[in-house]
């Protein structure tokens, strides 16, 4: 998908050397068709290397999206800089009247925090309030998968003993679901989290469906039945290194970290890690682009509420 974005941001040149469609404004316009409105709500301290990462996975189909970056106004990051917060990004207030196709909450590194003792709480509260009725589907990503699943439907996140870091096999639970069409019946995926949602509480919910499970790494995919809420507990969205960069940061710090599972050759850090999840990574996105966000979607999004 062509995925329009200033010119300017850093991750237009990195997608362009990879070849990824990227769509300059002033072509976009000549285009007579209406984009796929999605805003990225980025709750990452690294929001450049995110925001990179999910606009390569939201640029590999054959339609227009125009991506709004979001950012809270009740956090100040300190890991990236105000020039390019204020250059790219928004806050809610700014965008709360208007609609969107999709949305895509990233993590955060605060899940060994309880959801009411974070500082921007009672804000992403609002924004997925909003998102009901502003947002025709959204992803939820790690963090932002349990703080959905909390808020929405009441399932609560457990600490568990030990991180669950690495790359891990999981198995489709429901092979009807359209998010899920073309993947193989296992596929890999990144985990890097310190808590866990039960897929014992997701089966219970009626609201839901569990869809991909690990048997190391427990829940990874969950949607509600209307598919207008999506929620990802791991990280399809990392490149080769992140998890690289986030095993060597820990040591740096002098953290207790174990080397991350089916990750490094031979378990060997000197090593590149081989990306084993790109292409269902990439599969994901088209889906619930395509599926869920473009079939569905009304074409005039005053209409989200309507289902027109």
């Known amino acids: 998908m062509p995925v329009k974005i200033p010119n300017s941001l850093p991750a237009t040149k990195i997608l362009t050397n990879e070849n990824i469609f990227v769509m300059t404004e002033k072509r976009a316009v000549k285009q007579d068709i209406r984009p796929l409105k999605i805003a990225i709500l980025n709750l990452m301290p690294t929001k450049i290397t995110t925001e990179t990462q999910l606009l390569r996975l939201l640029g590999n189909s054959s339609l227009q999206v125009e991506v709004t970056l979001l950012q809270t106004a009740s956090h100040k990051s300190k890991n990236t800089s105000a020039a390019h917060l204020s250059s790219f990004y928004s806050t809610f207030d700014t965008i709360k009247d208007q609609n969107y196709d999709g949305l895509v909450i990233t993590g955060a590194p605060v899940e060994q925090l309880e959801f009411e003792e974070v500082n921007y709480w009672e804000e992403l509260k609002e924004i997925m309030q909003w998102s009901k009725h502003h947002v025709f589907s959204t992803l939820h990503i790690c963090w932002a998968s349990q703080a959905g699943l909390y808020y929405h439907h009441g399932i609560k996140k457990h600490a568990i003993n030990k991180k669950i870091f690495g790359v891990f096999e999981h198995d489709i639970l429901d092979n009807k679901s359209k998010l899920l069409r073309g ?8 985990h890097s989290r310190h808590t866990q949602v039960m897929s014992t509480d997701i089966i219970s919910c ?3 469906n569990l869809l991909a499970h690990s048997k190391e790494a427990g829940v990874l995919l969950a949607e509600s039945n ?3 809420l999506v929620y990802v507990s791991g990280h399809l969205e990392y490149d080769a290194l992140s998890l690289d960069s986030e095993f060597k940061r820990d040591l740096d710090k002098g953290h207790a970290i174990e080397i991350p ?8 850090i000197t090593q ?6 790109r292409a269902h990574a990439n599969l994901l996105f088209a889906n619930w682009l395509n599926y869920y966000v473009y079939q569905e979607t009304p074409y005039d999004l005053k209409n989200i509420d309507k289902g027109e």
Do not use: M
């Open 272 to 277: 590149i890690p081989k990306v084993t999840w």
């Open 261 to 268: 599972k089916n990750y490094y050759p031979n378990d060997d």
């Open 226 to 228: 209307d598919g207008r």
């Open 206 to 208: 009626s609201e839901l």
């Open 183 to 190: 993947f193989d019946d296992d596929f890999n995926a990144p």
